[in-house]
């Protein structure tokens, strides 16, 4: 018996996603008393709500890398991920980043569109992508 491979249901179509930690760093005022926690999640979340269902935002509790707050996740839409968009972490997601975020977004997104220059500074690697590349030198130099 052969395997179909096929998209159904919900991820047909999913929108390009903003996934916003609001954990114990990310969004603390007392963390980063610098940055307008709020005023950012109304900027995303009128985008997403202008946006005839092609951006959405949602928020998250700790996604792990605290030091690099505040963190958000650009998840492909689904016609960016066909496309070989994959999910891209933004650290020290400011308030000074947001308009480049949202014009990357508001373009597609991963896959579909090219981030501005300033916010690509601003990538920073996945959790476990971290992890499992420090485990890598750790074996590389154990061997030397
Ligand atoms: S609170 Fe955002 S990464 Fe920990």
Redesign the pocket.
Known sequence: MSLVKATIGAARDRPCTLVV????????PRKQPHVDHQWQLDQLRAAAAESAGRLAVRT????????????IVVQPATAGRAKGGRATWIGWANDDCMDDLLRWVAAGGPGLAQPSATLELQFIRPPGEARTRARGRGRGRARR
């Open positions: 930690c609001r954990g114990c760093c990310c969004g603390n998250t509790d700790c996604l792990g890398p605290c030091g690099q707050a505040n963190v």
